[in-house]
C-alpha cells in the first residue's frame, strides 16, 4: 500500500516536467482505481481455489512493474502504465492478504486480524506520501529514488509471500465476485454507501491536489510538506477508527459526518484566507470525520448483511468506496483546468460539505420512523 501513494506528492512535479494539465493528473491517478475494481471483483477471489500464495506473490511482482514503470517515466503514457498496474496489484492481493492475516492469526480472532489489516494498511497508505516527500525533497533523483526504495521494500515482502503457508485452497473453484444486493440490506447500503463515497471522495482529493492546495498557500515549493499533509490526514482518519471501534453506525455517522463537513468548510475558507495553519486544521478535521464516517458505513453495512451473502454486499460497497475515490476528482481537476485550483477545490467542499448534511438528515429521518 506504501507504493501506491508514493506518486501523491511527486504529482506537480510530474506536471511540470511533462507538460499536463490538472484534468490529466487526475485521470492518471483514477485510472488505478478504474482498474482495481474489475481487479478486486475477478482475480481476487482467485486465492480461494489456487491458495493465497500463489495469488499474493505474482502481485508483488505486479506492483514492482508498477513502481519500476515510475522509476522509468519518460512521458505521461509511463504514468498512466505504472497506476494501471498498481491498481491491478493491489485489486488482486487486498482480499487475499486479509483472508490469509485471518487464517494465520494464531487465535483465530478474527477482529483482530482485521484491526492488524486495516493498521497496515492505513500506516502504509500515510507512509507512501511522507517518505515519498522527504526523499524528493531532500534527496538525489527526486523522481526516481523513491520508486527504487520500494522496490527494495518489496524483496522482504515477496520472500514473506514465497514462505507463506498454504492456506485458503478450497474445492468449490474459481468464480468471479458479483456484486449484489439483498433487499433486506439496501437501506443500510444506501445510507452507508453515499456517506462512505463522500468520506472517499475526499481522501480522493487530498491524494491529488491537495499537495499543490499546500505549495499555493505556503507559496513554498517543499514537496515533504504536501506528503506530510496527506500523511496526517490518513492518520487522523486511521486513529478516529481505532477510537472509534465498538461505537454503533448511528453514533459514528452523527460525529463523523458533521465532522467532515466541518472539515471541508475550513479547506475551503483557508484558501481564501490563504492560511496554511487552518489548511492543517481543516486536514486533521476531515481525516477524523472521514475516519469515523468510512467505519460507521461499514458496519452498518456489515452487520445488515446475510451471513452468506456478506462477501458479495461487501465487495459492492468497496466499489462505492473506490469509485468516490476516482470519480468525483476528475471532476475537480476538469473544474480546475478551468476556473483555477482554489476555486476548484471551493466549489467540491461545497458540494461534498452539502451532500454530507443530506446524509445526515436521511439517517435522523430515519431514526425518527423506527422508533
Known sequence: MTGTNLPTPLYRAYEARFGFSPLTLTLIFAAYVFV?????????PLSDAVGRRRVLLPSVGVAALGSLAFALAGGTGWLFAARLLQGLAVGAASGALTAALTELEPRGDRRRAALVSTV???GGLALGPLLAGFLAQYAPAPRVLPFVVELVLLVPAALAMATLPATGTTSAGWRPR???LPAAVRPAFATGGMASFLAFAVVGLFLTL???????LSHSGNLLVGGAAVALMLTCSAL???AGYGRTPHQLAVAGLPLLTVGLVLLAVSGSVSSLPLLLAATAVAGVGQGLTFLGGLTAVNHAAPEGRRADVLSSFYVVIYLGVGLPVVGVGFLTTEVGLLVAVRYFAATVAALCLVV???LAANRDRAR
Open 36 to 44: 482495481l475494481i474489475p481487479s478486486l471483483l475477478m482475480v481476487g
Open 120 to 122: 497496515a494498511s492505513v
Open 178 to 180: 458479483r456484486p449484489q
Open 210 to 216: 491537495v499537495p499543490t492546495y499546500v505549495t499555493a
Open 240 to 242: 478516529a477508527q481505532l
Open 360 to 362: 445526515l438528515a436521511v
